[in-house]
Every structure is written in structure tokens, then in C-alpha cells.
């Protein structure tokens, strides 16, 4: 049974989070990074959520962790795409490249 | 068997909408794609037996986060949106680092044995409800406060560009202009602006 097993869970998780780090680097797009942090968190609540079924007595507490999860990514989209938007009245783009002022 | 073909068809669909989301280079197809991935993992979140984290993903994920995405794509302008030719070098660095990760990551998960136990138990909204009020109250009211604070900042991030726009026009290829440079284009937009209020005036007049 594929869909009782831990191992799948976790590796649909990892593919998923390999994916949000391949599109965090490639990418120069500040929104197109902000989706690949999106697909970060996602796989981080698979992974609570699978070891909450099948690691947990406790059947509760993963669940309560990605409801946290869940509200942090909306705390953090909801800042991140401000900024994007002040960048972009100031720069009138959003490439990553053209915010260098502090040559990081 | 029946639930082991549909789980394989949530996988593909989430992990092909995810890479998607990565690949393609319009941004609007990014989001689109993102909102197929995320409903994909609310459909595994249903068979992980977390039906009230389903509807949450899809209320709060789909419904907020990729809606609020859209918006700021529509507000920026879309001609600046597309990327210009993907360079080789940097997709090539980004891909092995990602691979590298992958397989790290599963090498891990082929060799750990994890803790079993059953999968039985009270997954109910009930038992989410006092554990939330009970046990992770703090957390609870952590989490509140923080959003309440993200709202804030974020209203007042967007709310400063009035005075952030003069500032912007001294930038040139985002390097600040000199004291004296800016003062001269002080000076211009002020006599403009007199431009602007004598024509209107005359106009009016």
C-alpha cells in the first residue's frame, strides 16, 4: 500500500522541498521566489502531518503545528509582497539583481 | 488499490504543478501553477486523515495567499514581469545544489527506521479545538499577535510611498545620487511644480 506507508509521504515532502530550493536559487523574479517559499512551508506540513499519523500517539499535535504554519506564511507573504510592491515603485522592477544598494 | 491509484495521481499532479511553479518563466503561469500544487497537498493532507487542515490549505493557501500573489503580479506592470534568457551556469548551480539536496535527503529516509505507531486515534476539529485553548494557548496567542503585527507593516510599508517617491528619483541605477545632484533635482521639481501651479492657474484663470 503506497498511501499507508510513511516513506512515501516523506518523499513526495522532500521532492517537494527540493523543488522550492531549486526554484529559490534559480530564479531572479521576487515573486517567483516568494512561490518557492511557499512550496518550502507545503512540504514542511506534509512532514508534520506524516509523522503526526503514523509516528504520533498524540494525534493532535501535528495538526496544531501546521495550523501555526499556516498562519506564519500568511504573515509572511502578506509583508514579503508589500515590500515587493514598495521595490517596484522604486525601481519599477522586480528583478532580485537591481536591489544591491547594501552590495550584499 | 483504489486509493493507492488516485494517491499516485495527487502526487503527480502536486509535484508537476510544483515544478511548474519553478520552471516556466511567467510569472502568472507560476501562480496558477502554485495553486495546482496547493490543492494537490490539501488532497494529502485528506489521506494523512486532516480533513480541517484540507480546508484550511485550500481557504488560506488558495484562497488568500495565491489570490494576494495574483494581486501583486497585477500590480506590477507585466512587461517588466518576464525574465530575460535563462542563464545556463546559474540554472545548472541551482540544480545540482537541489539534486544534491534530494538525494541527501532521501539516502535519510531509506536508512532511518521510524517510531510506529498506530494510526489510529481522535484526528477530530474537537480535540484540535482544546488542544489550541489548552495545552498551545501561548503559541495560540503568539501567533495572533504576529499577525496582527504583519498586517500593520504591511499597511504601513505600502502606505510610505507618497514620501518614498521624491527619493526614488535620485536613484540612478540604483546608485544615490550626490548631495549636490540631488539638490539640483530638488530644485527642478520644485520650479516644475511652479510650472505646473502657474499653468494651472492661468488655466483657471
Known sequence: ?104 | MIADIVFIGIVITTLVGAFMAVWLKNVFYNALSLILSLFGVACLFIYLNSEFLAIMEVIIYIGAIAVAIIFAIMLSKPSLLTEGKRSAAKTLRSLIIAGLLFFGLWLTLRRTTWPEAGVEGDYSIRAIGRALLTTNILPFEAVSLVLLVAIIGALLISSFNRYSEPEAKNLKNGIPASPADRLRSAHDDDAKQNDDTYSEGELGG
Do not use: P, W
Request: aromatic share 8%; glycine share 4%.
Open chain 1, 1 to 104: 500500500m503506497v498511501s499507508q506507508s510513511l516513506q512515501s509521504y516523506l518523499l513526495v515532502s522532500a521532492a517537494l522541498f527540493s523543488l522550492g530550493v531549486f526554484g529559490l536559487l534559480s530564479r531572479r523574479n521576487l515573486v517567483a521566489i516568494v512561490i518557492s517559499l511557499e512550496l518550502i512551508l507545503n512540504s514542511a506540513s506534509i512532514n508534520f502531518l506524516a509523522f503526526n499519523k503514523f509516528c504520533m500517539h498524540d494525534k493532535v499535535t501535528g495538526q496544531v503545528f501546521v495550523i501555526f504554519i499556516i498562519a506564519l506564511a500568511a504573515a509572511e507573504v502578506c509583508i514579503g509582497l508589500s515590500l515587493i510592491l514598495l521595490l517596484y515603485k522604486r525601481k519599477n522592477s522586480i528583478n532580485i539583481e537591481e536591489a544591491k544598494e547594501l552590495k550584499g
